[in-house]
């Protein structure tokens, strides 16, 4: 079993559509979970972090983390065009350890 | 956030030949990662690079095939030695932001080496 599991889509969703992310891991250290966006041809971009079980938002984004259920999502609200990318899930143990591991990344495409 | 400059942005190879990436930050920084993003793998971290010490290599990489170098707080390279195609991937360098003074967020990469080996 790998130690973080993204459902690598593609999904395609049209503009204002509600968008949904998941990941979930089996290494129960995890502490820190992170989404990145990766835009064609691009490095990861952070988007938005959190370090504990419960939501966090930010405009149109919310970062939801189970960690009884070891599962992580990240919302899109009103989804843009603009939004169509990869999004990778990663997660880290904290403390000293700065090592990421990553889910494969969701491609996703929202048309206009 | 961090500034970090790759280069080359892509290169194409021939088998057997080495290619050595670059990577700048704007910033001092002790530690500096390099990851490697296959096609349709999740990112796998290769090595930390540690200014001042031998890079530490995760399973499964090996510093004659991965050497790197790190000569100061805002510098590092990564050579990939002896190309073959199983090594066409992009190749990414990210800092802790912490490291630079910057708190409350995480990690930053750099645009990322395509490299393609023929």
């Known amino acids: 079993q790998k130690e973080v599991e993204q459902d690598p889509g593609p999904l395609s969703v049209p503009e204002g559509a509600i968008v949904s992310l998941n990941c979930t891991y089996s290494?129960?250290?995890?502490?820190?979970f992170m989404w990145y966006r990766q835009y064609s041809r691009k490095g990861p971009e952070l988007l938005m972090y959190?370090?504990?079980?419960g939501n966090k938002e930010d405009g149109r984004f919310t970062a939801q983390v189970d960690k009884s259920s070891k599962y992580i999502s990240l919302f899109i609200r009103d989804s843009q065009p603009s939004d169509s990318a990869t999004y990778l899930c990663a997660m880290r143990s904290g403390g000293s350890n700065y090592k990421l591991t990553f889910g494969k990344g969701t491609l996703l495409t929202v048309n206009p | 956030s961090a500034v970090i400059s790759q280069k080359p942005s892509r290169d194409i190879c021939q088998r057997g030949t080495s290619l050595t990436i670059q990577c700048q930050v704007d910033s001092q920084v002790t530690m500096m990662f390099w990851y490697r993003q296959q096609p349709g793998q999740s990112l796998t971290l290769i090595a930390t690079a540690n200014q001042g010490s031998e890079a530490t290599y995760e399973s499964g990489f090996v510093i004659d095939k991965f050497p790197i170098s790190r000569p100061n707080l805002t510098f590092s390279t990564l050579t990939v030695s002896n190309l073959s195609p199983e090594d066409s991937s992009i190749y990414l360098c990210s800092v802790p932001p912490w490291d630079s003074g910057i708190m409350d967020t995480e990690a930053f990469f750099g645009q990322g080496t395509r490299l393609t080996v023929v």
């Open positions: 959190t370090y504990s079980s």
């Open positions: 290494n129960s250290a995890f502490q820190y």
